[in-house]
């Protein structure tokens, strides 16, 4: 759990450095590129080539090239728009993905995950839920498309690692994941990329370091590994614990306008839906004990 939590402080700070910095100015398929380059970086010098079998390289690196290559295309042309309270506000809907994915890819049926997700769901739309603009349906499809591959990355992950020798260290296969997006990122600056729109000032290249050695990196990574610790509904939740944390960061540093009383309200919705999904956690444990 305290993986999830630090990671979602993370990917706060990634939102408004998006917006703010490199949203209509550098181009989004070499952000995307760089991000994932510098990711992949971060974790080839530790891959073990014979830990996995030929099936599960492949399965690995299909995941990451749909939650990161994919999601992340997804996700930059967003905010070409989208503000960011809008990208958060259209992110509102994953929790109730990833419920649905899980149950469908461990062929099982679980209405209380769908229920506490729905309830995230909630919580996000009191503190988002405004009038949008002009781009209201092209933003809102496009991010629905990042919020799948990002969902069905997570709970593709914790099926395919139920497979996995319990020997195996995970930092020494998760390169495969990188090497995936890679080969969705790589043809996909190429073909549609604009070598006119580079990052032309250091603070646009330091965020693309940041969020590519950091937030994706590590941040894809130890996210990941605390998705595997926790049940799918309280997984499902934390997917919108980010809109809560994104909105204090773009409100504490760049002033953002923001109705505290709502976040308030809302991040309270979303804390009892936590609650409620830890509790039925731990009595599930507690009678598989017994």
């Known amino acids: 759990m305290i993986q999830l939590v630090a990671v979602t402080m993370l990917w706060a700070f990634s939102f408004s450095l998006i917006g703010e910095y490199l949203a209509g100015s550098v181009d989004s398929y070499f952000a ?114 990042a919020n799948i591959c990002f969902a069905l990355g997570q709970v593709g992950y914790r099926k395919l690692i139920s497979d996995f020798p319990s020997t195996v260290s995970h930092y020494n296969v998760f390169g495969w994941f990188y090497l995936g997006a890679l080969t969705v990122a790589l043809p996909a600056f190429f073909i549609f990329g604009n070598d006119q729109q580079l990052p032309h000032s250091m603070m646009q290249w330091g965020v693309l370091v940041w969020l590519g050695v950091v937030a994706s990196g590590l941040g894809y990574y130890f996210w990941n590994q605390g998705a595997l610790k926790v049940s799918a509904a309280t997984l499902a939740i934390m997917n919108n614990a980010l809109i809560p944390a994104g909105l204090v960061v773009n409100l504490l540093l760049w002033q953002k306008d923001t109705d505290l009383t709502r976040l308030a309200f809302g991040g309270g919705i979303i804390a009892a839906a936590l609650w409620l999904s830890h509790c039925r956690s731990k009595k599930e444990a507690c009678e598989a004990l017994h």
């Open 32 to 145: 995307v590129l760089t991000r994932i380059l510098l990711a992949s970086l971060v974790f080839l010098p530790c891959l073990k080539l014979s830990l996995l079998t030929s099936v599960q390289k492949l399965m690995l690196a299909a995941l990451g090239a749909i939650q990161l290559g994919v999601m992340y295309i997804f996700f930059y042309h967003s905010f070409l728009y989208l503000s960011v309270p809008e990208v958060l506000l259209f992110t509102i809907i994953t929790p109730l993905y990833v419920a649905i994915l899980n149950d469908i890819l461990f062929r099982r049926f679980t209405p209380f995950h769908i229920v506490c997700a729905c309830i995230a769901m909630v919580g996000a739309m009191v503190i988002r839920f405004e009038e949008v603009s002009s781009d209201f349906w092209t933003g809102f499809f496009i991010v629905q498309g």
